[in-house]
């Protein structure tokens, strides 16, 4: 991005770059991206592709940040449900005679084998939604309470950049895009949550950095 290009950055965002750049630049560069088109609607761009281009940028960053400022996270199940559902198709050539919409009865009968992939498949995606609030929750709380309201605004406003993110199959009734405001809404969610998160990560840093410092001086002072 050419500098007289760049988004006009508050104080704020700023202080939010400059952590995001000194952990993962890209994540900082694709932060400023998003404002930047945020600010400006080129004109050989259409509104459809802004939005996609401007959700994909936060996407990412809410998503990456995660791991970039260091907070454990929650080991991935495998395998996962995405490459549990792409099998699911050689399973049923396996079993023609699964008939899972049959109306009248209460009950039916599945193989063994599909039982089984119905489970893992189910056990995979619970463990998969606990997994993305269990990461927030180790970033934004101390305790890791993953029913924090700061927990459900993120992860409330990634699901609004997930939604606008991919370009699909059909065209979208330019009526029904996001407006600027509703975009910066939930960008000013990440910033104001993220804030507090490098806030408290450089007092501890500082703090640190300070004890060290004086146990430094006060070894010099003994030996002399």
């Known amino acids: 991005m050419n500098a007289e290009r760049r988004p006009r950055l508050d ?16 994540l900082a560069n694709a932060y ?11 004109e050989w761009m259409g509104e459809r592709t802004r939005v996609s281009l401007i959700s ?24 996962t449900s995405s490459d549990q559902i792409k099998k699911l198709p050689e399973l049923l050539v396996r079993h023609p005679e699964l008939d899972l919409e049959r109306e009248g009865d209460s009950q039916v009968v599945v193989p063994a084998e599909v039982a089984s992939a119905m489970v893992k498949l189910f ?11 269990g990461d927030v929750a180790a970033l934004l709380t101390d305790d890791g309470n993953d029913g924090h309201a700061a927990v ?9 950049f997930v ?4 370009l699909h199959d059909h065209e979208v009734d330019p009526a029904s895009l996001p407006s600027d405001h509703e975009m910066l809404a939930n960008i000013a969610i990440f910033e104001e949550l993220f ?19 004086e146990i430094n001086a006060t070894e010099g002072s003994a030996d002399e």
């Open 163 to 166: 939604k606008w993110a991919h």
């Open 152 to 160: 459900e605004r993120w992860v409330e406003a990634k699901a609004f």
């Open 195 to 213: 804030d507090g998160v490098i806030t408290a990560f450089f007092a501890r840093k500082h703090a640190v950095q300070d004890l060290l410092a």
């Open 11 to 26: 104080e704020r965002r700023l202080r939010l770059v400059a952590a995001l750049d000194e952990r993962r630049p890209e």
């Open 56 to 79: 994909h940028a936060m996407r990412e960053v809410m998503n990456r940040v995660l791991s970039a400022m260091g907070r454990p996270t929650t080991p991935v199940f495998k395998p």
């Open 123 to 133: 056990k995979a995606a619970v463990h998969e939604k606990r997994r993305v609030r």
């Open 32 to 42: 400023e991206s998003a404002l930047a088109l945020l600010e400006s609607r080129p």
